[in-house]
Nanobody
Framework: VQMVESGGGLVPPGGSLRLSCAASGRTISNLIVGWFRQAPGKEREFVSA????????KYAESVKGRFSISRDNAKNTVFLQMNRLKPEDTAVYYCAADPAPFRTIGTMTRIGDFTFWGQGTQVTVSS
């Protein structure tokens, strides 16, 4: 499966962006999908993940209450709504997916948990 992120850009502090992750090659309806980010000079870190059906979600503490993950399986797309953005949210954002048939959403937070990755989209929060 190929994952393609879009929706990144430059936004002032306090602003919002909505990232999209479109999949092709197979349906994502039976894939757990996650978002990670990597800031310059830092390791890639977990941001959020969503279960197959969308009824289970997990967020990093740093984005909880500001970011919201959702999915539209009919469109083979997962979204990350980012509100009240801060300069420290500046990073390349990656989406990732994995079948993970025996895993719960709460355990899917490591890079190694995901098989399929996109190329990333840049998010810059700056005035």
């Amino acid at each position: 499966v190929q994952m393609v992120e879009s929706g990144g850009g430059l936004v002032p502090p306090g602003g919002s962006l909505r990232l999209s992750c479109a999949a092709s090659g197979r349906t994502i309806s039976n894939l757990i999908v996650g978002w990670f980010r990597q800031a310059p000079g830092k390791e890639r870190e977990f941001v959020s993940a969503i279960s197959w059906s969308g009824d289970g979600t997990k967020y990093a503490e740093s984005v909880k209450g500001r970011f919201s993950i959702s999915r539209d399986n009919a469109k083979n797309t997962v979204f990350l709504q980012m509100n009240r953005l801060k300069p420290e949210d500046t990073a390349v954002y990656y989406c990732a997916a994995d079948p993970a048939p025996f895993r719960t959403i709460g355990t899917m937070t490591r890079i190694g948990d995901f098989t399929f990755w996109g190329q990333g989209t840049q998010v810059t929060v700056s005035s």
